[in-house]
């Protein structure tokens, strides 16, 4: 990896410290090159012109998602954001009266808030697997809960916003993939930061966004959408003209391919733009991204454990590159007036991002820091000494 040059092609980096790609990330200077050229083209010639001319190149989106988590174009949808793709995918189980989503402590919150949502709607049954003291999710129970309660669909969150812990999804997956359960993965925190890949985690359904790790622009996702789904006719409850054809009065055709998830209006500037952002994170490779990060992230940790009175609060047997903190005898308006002080790009994470967890921790809120690739040691080093010196 060139970090020099991957510095080079962000705009104005300048003297911050950025640690928020958790958030939204800073896009390459080629993405945005991207989106406003074809903003112009808009301008000049109207959107259905320039999507035409630019037929090609909106269809190698599909290529560039699937290389970057080992699938099939075909098994690509565009969507809105990573909720937008979440949401479509829960809407295309028929949920009765009393059936059962298995989920965890620590899935994603607007993913908790559906589930409730769907519990009161149609009276579904939520059941979480239990965490265990380390953080790792009770593989045991998980397969109890399965023979206990067959479940409509597994629902669970590859790495939750509020602290850095890589959940188990592949043993989830080989479980779901054994017994034909459906399975959906959030994957918008490791997306772009991780080796990702649909072959090995075996699920059906994963949902992304492209503002974070995958450095793309805010208003973008994606859905993958496994081969046994799309030939079982799985397919979102409201469909429109860019997801089926209209056949006759009454009655529609889906698309073969997981664009059946699509809306036939999309902001072609932005897919075009995460789609860049794809490629490039493609060229770079993401073995690549994940090792570099690893070594940051292993500094920035060693780091903060060395700092008298500084709490981390990740927990698992892997961690990736978000890190949560706080400090002792430090209230969050000291910690983020230096933070901000000190040209730093952070986040608070608020308890309503994780009651489960946040109870558990016994804490309100808390620091984030989520560094990625364009990161170097230095700014680990200097980090590290704004937080010391707190």
Known sequence: MDIEQIRKDITDYGEKVFLDSAGSSLMPKSVVRTINHYLLEEEKFGGY???ELRAKEIADFYNQVALLI????QNIAFTHDA???????????????????ITTDDDYTSNQIQFISLQKRFGIKIFRIKTLENGELDITDFQKLVDNHNPKLVAVTHVPTNSGLIQNVEAIGEICHNQQITFLLDACQSIGQLDVNVNKIKCDFLSATGRKFLRGPRGTGFLYVSDRLLKKGCSPLMVDGGGAIWKRKDHFELLETAKRFQTWEAPYALLLGLREAATYANKIGLKNIQAYNQKLMLQLRENLNGIQGVKLYDKGLNNCNILTFRKDHKSLKEITEKLTQSNVFYTV????WGVIDFEKKGIDWAIRLSPHYFNTKEEVHTISKIIDGI
Do not use: Q
């Open 349 to 352: 994470s608020k308890k309503e």
């Open 49 to 51: 012109a320039v999507a």
């Open 83 to 101: 909720t937008d793709a979440y949401t479509k995918a829960l809407l295309s189980i028929s949920f009765n009266n009393n059936d059962v989503i």
């Open 70 to 73: 080992g699938a099939k174009p």
